[in-house]
């Protein structure tokens, strides 16, 4: 299934969707404050940011229905991409800490100067190229620029909402309307791509006739066009897509830079220096709070991607509901969506630590879907899991800023952090998709799973059961008890915002003692 990959990133079903055809745009919720400006810039920044990453994860399979890439090198270019792309974190927070402050900022150059090389390496993943021997390096090589260089905007753009307010408040209505935009976003992407190239593409049925040289008897049989030319029907809708996305990629970093302005750290001196990378990560990986935060979310984070993940493998294979799948899918989507400002009120109303419980909603509806499969509890179940990822999704990236805070004020003068957190953080929830999938492939794997097949041996339906209901079960309640003994509290919470205050005057004036004494 689908992930805002995005750090965080929605990993939903898109495919679904592609194949599918349209979707009813939805209306974005309202929040239960209503950002400023610049917050709203944000979200529709990252919004579009997110359509990209949605479409995006169709290469892999739109690669595979080229004759001369296997599934196999599809799925290793998959691996290599995504590798590429975590390695790319840390490696982007090391470079960002010591960029200096302009008139735009320290974060925006990041997202402007990789933009257009964004857009490029995106319209060349979905070009076919006229030779077939290098066809599976060419899609390696710009998958994996295209995962580096939305790592090198995803860190930023992530570390921005530290630099947008000081007000705890303020950050975490921005957080909420970011993370609605990017679930509709991952929404609206698969959605817009699936609109431009549903006439590639010939619907898939399953039939009782089984091919030459094989001994299954239920065969989804799908055809293609012919993709081996790169100026056929399907090569051209594909570049179509491409470049309607990447137009809209560019609209959404000319919202996020008019519509955001960057506030330089408010805490720090100017005499302060930022701390050292290598430093600075040692501190961070040592700071409880955080290994708390990430330990617990890196658990839950792998338990609904591999909820997500196999969700509607499950509703296909073992529940017999194979027509409804798709629309499963958007249930899941909206769900989330509309959902992430319910639980905005929710954490303002019982405090984010208590909040997170509520991830642990889906875990008894799954397991009920296993034992009773059924196509109103499938829907119910759809309903539930949206809730359940949208609090995933809200509550680390609402908690991390309270814990960045906590670090500033034990160590006061230092600054530059923030993108340490942030890069190390975005690489934690990569890691988490990894593992994720990584399970998810290899236990299918296994047991004997073949893509194509209509009817999988009982060894898979039973992996599927244990992968939606045991696996995620385990993970989530795991994770949440870690969550018990993160320290940070909402009494915490404003003793540090009123300590914070006082740093930040102090600050201002020792500076403008500083100056006096300069002029003098």
């Known amino acids: 299934m689908p992930s805002p990959e995005p750090g965080g990133q929605l990993s939903l079903p898109v495919q679904a969707l592609r194949e599918g055809g349209g979707t ?15 917050h709203a810039g944000a979200g529709r920044g990252w919004s579009v940011r997110c359509a990209m990453a949605g479409a995006a994860k169709g290469i892999p399979e739109r690669s595979a229905e080229a004759e001369e890439i296997t599934p196999f090198h599809a799925s290793l270019v998959l691996f290599i991409g995504k590798a590429s792309g975590a390695v790319t974190d840390p490696v982007a927070g090391f470079f960002i800490s010591k960029s200096r402050w302009t008139k735009i ?26 030779f077939v021997s290098g066809r599976v390096a060419w899609y390696l090589t710009f998958y ?16 921005l909402t530290m630099f947008l307010s000081t007000d705890q408040k303020e950050r975490d209505s921005a957080t909420a309307y970011r993370m609605t935009m990017e679930v509709l976003g991952t929404l609206i992407g698969a959605a817009l791509q699936g609109q431009i190239v549903a006439s590639a593409h010939v619907s898939h049925h399953c039939t009782v006739n089984p091919p030459v040289n094989t001994t299954d008897s239920w065969y989804d049989t ?30 959404g970093i000319i919202i996020l830079f008019l519509g955001v302005k960057e506030k330089d750290d408010p805490y720090a001196l100017s005499s302060d220096r930022a701390i050292p990378f290598c430093k600075g990560l040692g501190l961070t990986m040592k700071h409880g709070p955080y290994v708390k935060l990430t330990a617990s979310f890196l658990l839950i984070s792998t338990a609904v991607q591999l909820e997500q993940s196999n969700f509607v493998l499950f509703c296909t294979h073992a529940a ?12 899941i989507l909206i769900s989330a969506a509309v959902s992430i400002p319910f639980w905005q009120k929710i954490l303002q109303r019982f405090g984010k630590k208590c909040a997170s419980f509520g ?33 995933s999704l809200l509550l680390p990236w609402s908690m991390l800023p309270d814990v960045v805070d906590n670090f500033r004020l034990q160590n006061p003068h230092g600054k ?12 934690f929830t990569k890691m988490s998709a990894g593992i994720g999938l990584g399970i998810s492939a290899a236990g299918l794997e296994f047991t004997g799973y073949k893509p194509g097949i209509c009817r999988q041996p009982s060894d898979v339906i039973l992996t599927l059961k244990i992968l939606i209901g045991a696996v995620p079960a385990i993970l989530i309640f795991v994770g949440l008890f870690i969550l018990l003994f993160y320290p940070i509290t909402e009494e915490s919470r404003r003793e540090t915002k009123l300590a914070l205050e006082v740093l930040r005057r102090s600050h201002q004036s020792t500076d403008t003692l500083d100056k006096e004494d300069t002029s003098v």
């Open 144 to 159: 994996c620029l295209f995962q580096a260089l939305t790592t090198l905007f995803q860190v930023p753009y992530s570390a």
């Open 105 to 130: 900022g320290r974060l925006m150059p990041w997202m402007l100067a990789c933009t257009p090389f964004t857009v490029v390496s995106y319209f060349f993943m979905w070009y076919l190229p006229p």
């Open 24 to 38: 009813t745009p939805c209306a974005v919720p309202r929040l239960p404050s209503a950002p400023r400006p610049g």
């Open 416 to 427: 530059g952090h923030e993108t340490i957190f942030y890069s190390s953080y975005v690489f």
């Open 359 to 391: 991830i642990a909603w889906m875990t008894p509806f799954a397991v009920m879907l296993v034992t009773i499969p059924n196509l109103i509890l499938a829907y119910f179940v759809a309903f539930v899991s949206g809730l359940s990822i949208a609090a």
């Open 222 to 251: 799908s055809s293609f066009p012919d993709t081996s030319d790169p100026l056929s029907h399907q090569a051209k809708v594909y570049m179509i897509a491409a470049g309607v996305i990447g137009c809209v990629y560019l609209l």
């Open 320 to 331: 017999d509901l194979r027509s409804h799948f798709q629309y499963l899918v958007v249930t």
